[in-house]
């Protein structure tokens, strides 16, 4: 219940009041730095941050200031909260910020953690407090962080994904270093933080909806689970353009829907077995794997999908499936039972079509064993190609336009990053997540339409980390094994679905026969065992692993320039030599605020009025 709250001496009360004036001072003055306080509707992106959503994040990105607003909504404060960015999520070299109460004062600083995870007061303090409000649903926090802060203790905030981390304080904590952020409640969210700004275009006047749902599932209680669900478009349904979808979530929910996509069934099928269950059940029919043409995928934190004015993704009509596949990944740490959901995926279409069909099309490494990672590795870089001589042939002469990108890997992946090259010279980046997680995987419209003529090279290259395995991940369809993908959606659809390499089958095996000779014992990498044996088996020493890193450097490649109907464009694709790069893209310089005046390192006392104590 209630403490009683011993009484206060005056001179206690006046240093109080002197800090609420001061902490009101300090409001109103960065209010006044700031321009306006961002309104509640000024926060057009939000995700729940813990499972149960007693934190909740709303953000907004303002390019001109190069900065992020944050409104953090805390529905049951106890005695402070933590909130910040980590490279993967981790809570060691951590940059946060935090709210913490010694049971009587409340106080706001940026701090960082270091490698034992240490909290400290950070010299210069770039979140800045915006303001504080009480409200019937619980306390909203307003604070604004610039992307850049030329503070090496910060977080670079970039394209991509971004790692928050929070911690909820359940007891009062006299110093900033007096918190131990191991033993705290915390957890991770991933978000893209930096949304594109994107118009909205205008929406036809027949445009209809169908939801793509799945029917009163009861989420497993465990935590990680791939629900599978089959629907159908009605028979004889004729061509329509999606033109935008959005996410439906079962209210309550929006904590444990962590990603969905809606797949297009295979044509070649007259028909595909009605199935709603775990994508991983004995039960689901194999039939199911023909069904991997992405039509949408939403992820956590992500708002609606609008297509570009000119262009929709066609569905239904002669020569495509009726059958779709939705599934939807649940994430539930909490392993609630019990809980009903009936979540899935909206789409916005049209009959009335648009000047284009937009098309999507796999970038990156062919899926196959002979892309291989070695054990034990932190940073391992493949990377998958699509030609100059292939993009002449497929592409129409006005060239195609590039306006979202899906990147997937396996568990291994840690990056990916696709550039266009032209004549020799990296022109520009067409999307790059350096904070990648296969745990998040969302369409991502870009934030400026790339555009790729005859000619041009689109070089894909993932990052992968091994250090947790003792064998070699070999590239494959299964979720041990790698893929380096880039579906990427672009407009006027060509007949180029897939423009993908791998190394050259027959290097490889020259590579095993060095192995070989150069080992002591006996290996079998003889050439009657399969690829991923041949793997397996090889001893990962520095020599080997540096072979097998300069032989995906030099050897040439076998590449797949294929139409939709898994046949190769005509012409001669093996033993083909890699492109060469002769001028790379600089690395942006981060751009560095102007630090407005000296920032003392001390906290910002804040005026909350009596924290709870039980």
């Known amino acids: 219940g209630p403490a009683l709250t011993p009484p206060r001496s005056p001179l206690r009360e006046v240093a109080s009041m002197y800090f609420t004036m001061i902490a009101v001072f300090l409001?109103?003055?960065?209010?006044?730095?700031?321009?306006?306080?961002?309104?509640?509707?000024d926060f057009p992106y939000k995700v729940p941050l813990d499972p149960q959503g007693l934190l909740e994040l709303s953000?907004?990105?303002?390019?001109?200031?190069?900065?992020?607003?944050?409104q953090l909504l805390v529905r049951d404060l106890q005695f402070g909260l933590l909130f910040g960015m980590s490279d993967r999520g981790e809570f060691e070299n951590a940059d946060l910020a935090v709210l913490w109460s010694d049971g009587r004062?409340?106080?706001?600083?940026?701090?960082?953690?270091?490698a034992k995870g240490q909290l400290h007061m950070d010299s210069q303090q770039d979140y800045q407090l915006l303001g504080a409000r009480r409200a019937p649903e619980g306390l909203y926090l307003l604070f604004r962080r610039a992307f850049s802060t030329c503070d090496p203790k910060d977080y670079l905030i970039e394209d991509g994904t971004v790692h928050l981390i929070y911690g909820i304080l359940e007891k009062p904590v006299h110093s900033l270093q007096a918190i131990n952020i191991s033993a705290i409640h915390r957890g991770l969210q991933r978000v893209q933080l930096l949304k594109p700004?994107?118009?909205v275009p205008e929406l036809p006047s027949d445009i209809k909806t169908m939801e793509i749902t799945a029917p009163d599932v009861v989420i497993p209680s465990q935590e990680t689970t791939y629900w599978c669900y089959m629907a159908e478009l009605a028979e004889g349904f004729p061509k329509h353009h999606i033109i935008m979808y959005e996410p439906v979530i079962t209210a309550g929910n929006e904590a444990l829907v962590h990603h969905m996509e809606v797949f297009q069934c295979a044509a070649k099928f007259d028909s595909f077995p009605h199935y709603n269950g775990p994508c991983d059940s004995k039960m689901k029919p194999d039939r199911l794997n023909y069904c991997r043409h992405v039509l949408a995928a939403w992820a956590m934190g992500a708002q609606a999908f609008y297509y570009p004015e000119e262009a929709g993704l066609a569905f239904g009509g002669p020569g495509s499936s009726r059958y779709l596949r939705l599934e939807i990944h649940y994430h539930n740490p909490l392993v609630f039972k019990g809980r009903r959901d009936s979540s899935g995926i909206r789409l916005y279409y049209t009959a009335t079509l648009r000047r284009y069909d937009a098309g999507?099309?796999?970038?990156?490494?062919?899926?196959t064993p002979v892309m291989a990672i070695p054990p034990g590795e932190d940073a391992f870089l493949l990377t998958g190609y699509c030609t100059d001589k292939c993009t002449q042939l497929a592409l129409p002469a006005a060239g195609i336009r590039i306006f979202a990108s899906q990147l997937h890997t396996h568990l291994a992946g840690r990056k990916v990053v696709t550039v266009l090259s032209r004549d020799g010279r990296e022109r520009q980046v067409v999307n790059a997540d350096g904070h990648y997680s296969p745990h998040f995987q969302e369409i991502r419209m870009l934030k400026e339409v790339v555009a790729v003529f005859p000619g041009d090279e689109l070089i894909t290259t993932c990052t992968y980390n091994t250090e947790d395995r003792s064998r070699a991940t070999v590239g494959g369809f299964g979720i041990l094994e790698e893929m380096c993908v880039n579906y990427v959606h672009y407009y006027p659809q060509t007949q180029l679905e897939l423009c993908k390499s791998a190394v050259d089958?027959?290097?490889l095996h020259r590579y095993f026969n060095l192995v070989n000779r150069f080992n002591d014992e006996e290996v079998c990498t003889c050439p009657q065992v399969s690829v991923p044996q041949q793997f397996f088996s090889v001893p990962w020493n520095t020599f080997n692993r540096d072979v097998l890193k300069s032989l995906y450097g030099f050897a040439p490649i076998s590449m797949h320039c294929n139409k939709s109907s898994a046949v190769r464009f005509p012409g001669d694709w093996e033993k083909q030599p890699l492109p060469t790069i002769t001028e790379r893209l600089r690395e942006p310089v981060p751009r560095c605020p102007p630090t407005p005046g000296p920032r003392p390192a001390a906290p910002v006392p804040l005026n909350l009025g009596e924290l709870r104590r039980d």
């Open 27 to 41: 409001v109103i003055l960065v209010v006044a730095l700031q321009g306006s306080v961002p309104r509640g509707s």
């Open 59 to 70: 953000w907004n990105v303002s390019y001109p200031e190069q900065a992020v607003h944050f």
């Open 105 to 114: 004062n409340s106080y706001f600083g940026d701090a960082w953690s270091d």
């Open 197 to 199: 700004n994107i118009t």
């Open 360 to 367: 999507i099309m796999e970038l990156g490494l062919v899926y």
């Open 505 to 507: 089958p027959g290097y």
